[in-house]
């Protein structure tokens, strides 16, 4: 046994090879497998309770269709030149897709940290960027499923029409919207100590920009002043992108050009705070210390 040893150390020294020194990873490129690990077992654990993660969110989000239909689109009333429930109905969509974007990722290391197992994302030879990559899909993963399961549920309200205009709108601003919502999860996971933390941030952030971007309405309705604040949310690029979509009309600009510069600025506002993540994540903010 000690010859095979001594004979496979001169082999290596023979060939070049050496042993990884200590602190270096001995894997090289993506650990695919790890990525995927990570991907199955965020994505195992909300669609272990379905009817709360993906159903409920559905049902939800329809009962705000009906009310505000009720309440709003009597009388055969149009926004953008289309009944108000089919106006209504793109925005409260991706609202629910970012909702539950950010309650996925939002929940991920801040569980780890309260339940003591937050050992469990940073023992395994995953990479700052893997770890962020796999908590930030299997998010968008749920948001999909909940935006498929919304937009099932809407077709069977009265006076809703889904035909979309422009795909490309659809697909860009949908994803953007719960990568953005799934970043910005993971920032709170990060930075909250406890679940009231993490309420806080839901509930006095993400719902007041969610409901006061435009889901409900034009921002052409309101003073200039608001007009102005509205367009620094980027929620309102997200939901008027998207409703762009289906519509081919926003009140993002008068032209088609206001919209591709609306969908390239969330792409880059993303690749800023998906960097800004992944920065906090390589130190070790909150996590490691």
């Not at 669609?47 to 705000?64: D, E, N």
């Not at 290391?109 to 339940?115: A, E, R, T």
């Not at 809407?154 to 719960?178: C, E, Q, R, T």
């Not at 998207?242 to 880059?268: P, Q």
């Amino acid at each position: 046994m000690v010859d095979q040893a001594h004979n496979t150390a001169r082999n290596l020294a023979d060939t070049g090879q050496s042993f990884s020194p200590p602190g270096e990873p001995v894997l090289r490129g993506v650990n695919r497998l790890g990525l995927w690990t990570l991907y199955s077992k965020e994505c195992r654990r909300f669609l272990k309770v379905q009817t709360q993660t993906i159903w409920a969110p559905a049902v939800t989000t329809v009962l705000f269709l009906i009310i505000f239909t009720v309440a709003l689109g009597r009388s055969g009333r149009e926004v953008l030149g289309v009944p108000f429930a089919t106006f209504v109905a793109p925005g409260l969509i991706v609202m629910g897709m970012m909702q539950n974007a950010f309650a996925n990722s939002s929940f991920s290391l801040l569980g780890g940290k309260i339940q003591g197992t937050i050992i469990d994302y940073l023992m395994p030879p995953l990479s700052e960027g893997e770890l962020m990559a796999g908590i930030v899909g299997a998010a968008v993963t749920r948001a999909l499923l909940v935006g498929l399961a919304v937009g099932l549920a809407m077709l069977l309200w009265p006076g809703v029409s889904l035909a979309m205009a422009h795909p490309w709108a659809v697909l860009w601003f949908g994803l953007n919207g719960s990568i953005l919502l799934a970043l910005l999860g993971l920032l709170t996971s990060l930075w909250a100590e406890k679940f009231d933390h993490n309420s806080a941030v839901s509930n006095f952030v993400i719902a007041p920009l969610s409901l006061l971007s435009g889901t409900f309405y034009v921002i052409d309705n309101l003073a200039p002043l608001f007009q102005a604040i509205s367009r620094l949310n980027p929620f309102f690029y997200v939901i008027s992108g998207f409703r762009f979509g289906f519509l081919g009309r926003s009140d993002i600009g008068d032209t088609n050009l206001a919209v591709l510069y609306g969908a390239i600025g969330l792409g880059l506002f993303n690749v800023v705070l998906a960097f800004g993540a992944y920065r906090l994540l390589r130190s070790g903010w909150k996590l490691k210390s």
